[in-house]
């Protein structure tokens, strides 16, 4: 180590009155040239190593048929690419003869960079998980668990709370008194129905709706001067909700009613 | 009677009219006790700026992360356009590169002045390579359809040829251009609607990487001019030759974990 706990100055020295000195003066370290040259070498081989891997992956995957996890390529890289690093690190970046408060600066480095990747990750692996205890409750618009109404015994809704109060009202009234009243209620304005003039937000890309996007035949002349109601995809329409109640949460169209 | 402060002036050996090398006359600031506290200090503050370094990166490395994660079909057609051959000697370049740096301190510590700068040369040439075949061999081609002449893969696209340039030294491959970042992508074959994005991270990641190998070269440079006119780096004082070595070691270090990301994946 470069702080050997040397023994107090046996001289007073007035620039140095408690002896500091002893504690930061060393001889700085030449590594060997027989270490540097294995180090290379060594560095050389785990390229070697880790090309040779993927190449072994490949190699399982498209001529032996078997589907490798998609961890493996990647957990594989970079473990070789970590051992490489800490050699470059100890014995190139001489962190392993330097002052440690280096390697330090430099974990602590890595420590930041870790939590940042972990939370990321944490958000990302986790979006297609449902909760096993949840997982009767989870209907896609849903909430999760919510009951009807504000009574604690009310029984709760396994279903989208849109769909679900909306099936209840059909039942209750009829479809067409359903209709009546919903065409009383929702006039079209502000966030129902057409829009009357253009919105910022239909410049957002709608990725994977694009039909005949990738498709060999060329996709359909787009008529950008028809109205709003005619197109393929009626949104606030005044008899909407007429169509099955159970294929509305599936569709791509956000419900609007 | 000296007053002047000549530590660090090279034109010091002038004034005093002495021949010594510069690292034999260079003194510590008066504000240190010792020499080894300067070095110590120049190398502690040297090393937050490469954390500063690394979390660049990190920023990189994450966003590759979220997008890999999302778009993983995307990102394996993508690698699917590199060349690994390329990425592996680029590899070894840089780890030889990253060897003769080391060296060449070592050389400086023991006093081999012709041996260190030799070195220091070489990684400076290998720091060239480095850069000359991924703009040859990958930027150029995957940008413009332009290929050099001698490029190995240019044999696969012989009949796709269209055109030739400054006395056939470069060859049109028609349609394999366009592979370029985000919305400048015009790749026409591809088969996953999220190939810009990879673009994207690719050329982020290895332009960023290449500005550092840029900056690392003009150190290096910068290092070669001193110790060549005025001897600067010697046993008792070598700290910018050091802290130049640390710097193109960090570039070695991003390119040991780009080049599995990029090239590798499938």
Known sequence: MSTPHAAAPEVFDELDPHGMGAY??????????????????????????????????????????????????????????????????????????????????????????????????????????????????????????????????????????????????IAEVGIDEY??????????????GAPAVSSGNMSINRPGITPGLFSAVAPAAHDEHAPHGASPAPHGAPDAPAHSPAAAPASAEPAKH | MTTLDTRSNPLGADVQGGTEPLWKRYLPGHHWRTADEEFDACTLGFWLFLATEVLLFAGLFCGYTIMRFKFPQAFANGSSYLDWRWGTLNTVVLLLSSYTMAASI??????????????????????????????????????????????????????????????????????????????????????????????????????????HVIIGMTLIAWCFRRAL??????????????????????????????????????
């Not at chain 2, 640390?246 to 990029?262: A, K, R, S």
Request: hydrophobic share 50%; net charge positive; aromatic share 16%.
């Open chain 1, 24 to 169: 930061t003066k060393h001889s700085h370290h030449i590594v060997s040239g027989m270490t540097l040259k294995s180090i290379l070498i060594i560095l050389l081989a785990f390229t070697a190593i880790t090309v040779g891997a993927a190449q072994a992956e490949k190699f399982i995957e498209t001529s032996l048929h078997i589907e490798l996890p998609r961890w493996v390529n990647v957990i594989v890289a970079m473990s070789i690419a970590t051992v490489k690093a800490s050699l470059v690190l100890m014995f190139f970046m001489l962190l392993r003869y330097s002052n440690p408060i280096n390697t330090v600066v430099f974990l602590f480095c890595l420590l930041a960079f870790a939590l940042f990747l972990f939370f990321t990750l944490l958000d990302l692996g986790t979006r297609g998980m449902i909760n096993p205890i949840k997982a009767h409750q989870v209907e896609a618009g849903g909430i999760g668990g919510i009951r009807a109404g504000w009574r604690a015994d009310a029984p709760i809704i396994n279903q989208a709370p849109v769909v679900f109060w909306r099936e209840r009202k």
């Open chain 1, 179 to 192: 209709n009546r009243m919903k065409s009383i209620l929702s006039h079209p304005h502000e966030g129902h």
């Open chain 2, 106 to 211: 070592r050389a400086f510590q023991m006093d081999r002045q012709s041996h260190g700068r030799r070195l220091l040369a070489a990684t400076f040439v290998f720091g060239l390579c480095f850069l000359l075949i991924k703009f040859t061999f990958e930027y150029t081609p995957k940008l413009s359809g332009w290929f050099i002449a001698f490029d190995p893969a240019l044999s696969h696209y012989t009949e796709l040829v269209d055109n030739k340039a400054l006395g056939g030294l470069f060859h049109h491959v028609a349609g394999y251009g366009g592979k370029a970042p985000g919305q400048f992508f015009s790749y026409a074959f591809s088969e996953d609607p999220w190939e810009p994005l990879w673009w994207s991270i690719y050329y982020c990641a290895t332009g960023i990487h290449a500005l």
């Open chain 2, 229 to 266: 006119f005025f001897k600067a780096y010697g046993p008792s004082h070598y700290t910018m030759v050091e802290n130049t070595g640390l710097y193109w070691h960090l570039v070695d270090l991003i390119w040991i974990f780009l080049f599995p990301l990029l090239y590798l994946i499938h």
